[in-house]
């Protein structure tokens, strides 16, 4: 293989897993009342666009945080969850009913949607 070609082909590759996570501006109205955590029953697994994969581990504990027009926020309880694009974001579930559609960014203020909603299996701890 020649040098352009070598060259090409490094960029394509990589270029198909460093894309950048999409998001768009969004205001979190703060969760006013203290609630127990909730807990993942199952684990999920998360495909992003920019091919990144992320488990999401059952056992986990998520805190109502608040809401955004996309759905309900929960934070992680004694962890800090992460996505990854081109750069590292925390993370927090953004749930409509029991569906993933996406993460409220916290530093960006920003909600990264995904293309396809992921059924999670949420419990209430007790």
């Not at 807990?39 to 945080?65: K, Q």
């Not at 569906?99 to 995904?114: D, I, M, N, T």
């Amino acid at each position: 293989m020649k040098m352009p070609a070598l060259f090409i082909a490094a960029t394509l590759l990589l270029g198909g897993c460093t894309g950048a996570v999409r998001h768009t501006p969004v205001s979190l109205s703060p969760s006013a009342a203290a609630t127990t955590p909730v807990v993942l029953a199952r684990s999920a697994v998360v495909t992003f666009d920019s091919g990144y994969a992320r488990p999401i581990n059952a056992g986990s504990r998520w805190a109502l945080a608040g809401t955004i027009a996309q759905g309900t926020v929960y934070r992680p309880v004694g962890d800090v969850f992460t996505v990854e694009g081109a750069h590292i974001h925390e993370a927090w579930l953004v749930l409509d009913r029991d569906q993933l559609v996406g993460f409220y960014l916290p530093a960006e203020r920003g909600f990264s949607p995904l293309r396809t909603p992921l059924s999670l299996h949420l419990q209430n701890q007790g």
